[in-house]
Each structure stands twice: as C-alpha cells, then as structure tokens.
C-alpha cells in the first residue's frame, strides 16, 4: 500500500515569485510519481509524471520536480508563479507493477495574489 | 467531444434512493476508472476497468456501490440504499491501457449531494 502527505494545505504567494509545493511518500514497492492541477470548475490535468530516469522532471506550465528516493519526496517547484497558476495541486503515486490505481495526498491550494 | 464526459454534472437525492451516475471515456481508452473526492480530500480510488471487466475494484467502500461498463466504452456507477456519507464528486477518468506509465484524463466530476 502506498500513502501520499502534502502538508501544505494552502500557500499563498505573490505574483512573479518562486514557490514550493511538498510532497512526500510511503511505499513498500516502486512507485511512480505524479503532480496533477486542478483549475477551479475543471477536471485534473496532469502536470508532469516521475517514471524513471533523470530525477528532474519538467513539465507543463513552467513547473518542474525532483524524486529524491532517500528522502521519499517529489517536490513541485516554479520559479515565477502568474495569477493563473492559482488552482489546487494534488500529487500522486502508482504502483511500477501494472494497473493505473492512483494514490492521492490530499491536495495544496496555491493562492496567487498581486 | 474529445475528453471524458461525465454526467449529470451535479445530483441532488433523498437519504435511501438509488443513484446512476454515468462516464463517456475518450474514444478508444481501454482504460476506465472511478475516484470518490470527499470536501478537502484528495481523490480515492473505488475501482477501473480493463475492457469491460473490472481489473481491480478493491476501493469499492461497500455492496451498496456497483459499477458496469458492458460495451467496453461508457460507464456507470450505481449507489443503493444511498446515505448522507455519500456525498462527494465522482470522478472518472480514462487512458489507452492500464499500465502505471499510461496518463489518465479525467472528467469534471458529478457533484453528489444526499440530503
């Protein structure tokens, strides 16, 4: 079984500054990792995907991550956020071993404000 | 259209009575899948389908909840017996094959209120 922690329920950011939005994992078996948007009145739309490889993943949007094993983290980063970027963030796991059964944490609100 | 469809967008219903809720895939998505979203919680998974049989439908919370998929295409969820625990977005969500690898596209969701 697999489990998600976004501790971060809601960051508040200005517009045009960097931001960090935290993940971290528990797992048993390999995972791959998932950062999924969600705009307001909208479905989830998937912003970038850790398979294997490199552990720093670009993705839509300007927004990137990084797996790090040892520390069980895949950490959503942006170096300049718009008043656009405001939606909620919700990270995800699955597991290597085949069907497509997301775990999800439970979500962080990005707030953009001028 | 080109994404999942989901439908009704938003169902109000009595504490008791019975619920359908349905999901168009996208075109040729093997793959088929149904997360419950409670009020500040992430989506859980209840089950998916490979083709018309459901692969794995280990999240299903009780025999209340029941879920076809007989052509291979659309889907439906069921809820009997439907109580104010119920209430939640249901999401469904579609992607070529099942493998972990694949990306799955989601719908908006049906806004389920048990009142």
């Known amino acids: 079984a697999q489990s998600v922690t976004q501790l971060d329920s809601q960051v508040p950011v200005f517009e045009e500054a960097p931001v960090e939005l935290r993940c971290n994992y528990s797992s048993s078996v390999s995972v791959y990792l998932f950062w999924y948007v969600q705009y307001p009145n909208q479905g989830l739309q998937l912003l970038l995907k850790y398979l294997s490889g490199s552990t720093l993943v670009k993705g839509i949007n300007g927004f990137e991550a990084e797996f790090n094993k040892s520390q069980t983290s895949f950490h959503l980063r942006k170096p300049s956020v718009h008043i656009s970027d405001t939606a909620e963030y919700f990270c995800a796991v699955s597991d290597t071993g085949g069907g497509n059964k997301l775990t999800f944490g439970t979500g962080t609100q990005l707030k953009v404000e001028l | 259209g080109a994404g999942v469809s989901q439908t009704p967008s938003n169902k109000v219903t009595e504490k008791g009575k019975y619920v359908e809720l349905r999901c168009d895939p996208i075109?040729?998505?093997?793959?088929l899948y149904w997360y419950r979203q409670s009020l500040g919680q992430g989506p859980e998974f209840l089950i998916y389908f490979q083709g018309t049989g459901a692969a794995d439908d280990s999240g299903l919370p009780n025999d209340r909840f029941f879920a076809v998929r007989p052509e291979g295409s659309v889907s439906t969820l069921k809820i009997q017996r439907t109580e104010r625990g119920d209430s939640a977005v249901y999401l469904c969500?579609?992607?070529?094959?099942?493998?972990?690898?694949?990306?799955?596209?989601f719908g908006q969701g049906t806004r389920l209120t048990v009142v």
């Open positions: 969500a579609s992607s070529l094959g099942a493998g972990s690898n694949t990306e799955a596209f």
């Open positions: 075109s040729g998505h093997t793959a």
